[in-house]
């Protein structure tokens, strides 16, 4: 709030003509409702309803990748959704509402991400797709940090109109890319930290173009989910110069996570990518991959479900920086960070770290690691190219500490 300081005789003056001085006008409505940006991925501070109309604010994940809420076990008993009540809540000044048998009991288990592992110790009780908005036009501007569903036809869309194909069952929607003078199709998807595509294509454009790869495991913002599976601690991190959205938008030197074999190359060949022909087929189309929040972040995004369309206003440049880090990949293990790889990089050989698979992160350059945010922990690893930081690390029930180089993935 702004507060405005006088002088004794201008008061005097305002008090003097205040009878003739128009009414002030009421401030202008904000444009959304903030959201946290936590590791790229958007938080929202929701109003649920209880069975007695009262409300119970929680923070939320809105994740367009997935279809179904989901919302811890307690919220889920204290809303009454166990009895058959439905999933009732406002944003801003907009209501939703959802039958419980299409709201998940519980984050974790098999194909529910685990809130605590994503977020803690910030407290996420709910993850809510975008199927339930698909009614509105969306828009999300990454620069002021707002958030705003507004009735179709509300307000003109900004920026540079690139058509969606959208499922509806499942509130996926997806765009048309040129890569390397291929149509590919990718969902997008504001509920990841990071660009990610299936590692078979990853494969066939590093073929064509090793000088677009970056590094041979998951570093950064590329190493979103911090879990302890090959897919991310082994694939490879590769810039694309150009990857055209429809006919207007153009992202340059975009970063992706091109995952590995989720059980081997062996099993893969088999039987075919696991992770990814699972996840596509909520798709709308036969999509390679996602876009991640740094190919979002720059824009303001408007997504007119109703008419399937989007519209994209650049807000800055992209930040060729992203990825300069420790050359480490993590797996996070309740309140413990541990090394699950030794990213290495494209332009040289990787020289000895004094760093060790299995090892416990317990901090960097003397903060802790150990109970802290992963974006705290991503933030104390990155750097400037050439800069040192000394880590310091549990090894075998034994205290390690070791200066590592910062490495320029661009």
Excluded: C
Excluded at 43 to 68: C, H, I, K, S, T
Excluded at 133 to 143: A, E, K
Excluded at 275 to 303: C, Q, S, Y
Excluded at 313 to 330: F, S, W
């Amino acid at each position: 709030m702004r507060i405005i300081v006088t002088s004794l005789v201008a008061a005097l003056s305002i008090a003097v003509s205040a009878a003739a001085a128009p009414a002030k006008k009421p401030p202008a409505p904000r444009d959304g409702v903030p959201f946290i940006l936590d590791a790229g991925r958007i938080l929202l501070d929701v109003a649920f309803v209880r069975p007695d109309g009262q409300e119970r604010r929680a923070l939320a994940w809105f994740n367009m990748g997935m279809a179904a809420p989901v919302l811890t076990s307690d919220l889920y008993r204290e809303l009454g959704l166990d009895r058959g009540a439905p999933l009732r809540l406002r944003i801003g000044e907009r209501a939703f509402e959802a039958r419980a048998d299409q709201v998940k009991d519980g984050d974790g288990g098999v194909g529910v991400p685990t809130f605590d592992h994503l977020f803690a110790p910030r407290r996420v009780e709910a993850m809510l797709p975008a199927r339930m908005f698909t009614d509105h036009v969306l828009r999300i501007d990454y620069g002021r940090r707002l958030f705003a569903l507004d009735a179709p036809g509300a307000k003109a869309p900004e920026g540079l109109p690139v058509p969606i194909q959208l499922n509806t069952e499942t509130g996926l929607a997806a765009v048309e890319d040129q890569i390397d003078g291929e149509t590919r199709a990718f969902v997008i998807d504001a509920g990841s930290g990071y660009s990610w595509m299936r590692g078979d294509i990853a494969r066939n454009l590093l073929a064509r173009h090793p000088d677009w790869l970056r590094a041979h495991g998951a570093v950064g913002a590329a190493n979103a989910n911090m879990v302890d599976f090959a897919f991310e601690k082994e694939g490879d991190v590769l810039r694309i110069p150009s990857v055209r959205l429809g006919d207007n938008v153009e992202l340059s030197e975009l970063g992706f996570l091109g995952t590995a074999p989720v059980l081997g190359g062996f099993v893969e060949s088999a039987f075919g990518d696991l992770f990814w022909d699972n996840w596509r087929k909520a798709a709308p189309a036969p999509v390679i991959g996602w876009l991640g929040a740094n190919a979002l972040r720059d824009f303001e995004l408007t997504i007119d479900y109703p008419n399937r369309m989007s519209y994209w206003r650049r807000q800055k440049a992209p930040d060729a920086a992203e990825l300069d880090q420790l050359p480490v990949t993590l797996v996070r293990q309740g309140e413990r960070y541990l090394v699950g790889g030794v990213a290495q990089p494209a332009s040289r050989p990787q020289a000895p770290l004094g760093v060790e698979i299995g090892d416990e992160l317990l901090a960097v350059d003397g903060g802790a690691a150990r109970g802290a945010s992963k974006e705290n922990v991503l933030s104390a690893l990155h750097g400037a190219p050439g800069e040192r930081k000394r880590l310091t690390l549990e090894r075998r029930g034994a205290r390690v500490e070791t200066d590592v180089e910062v490495e320029s993935f661009r």
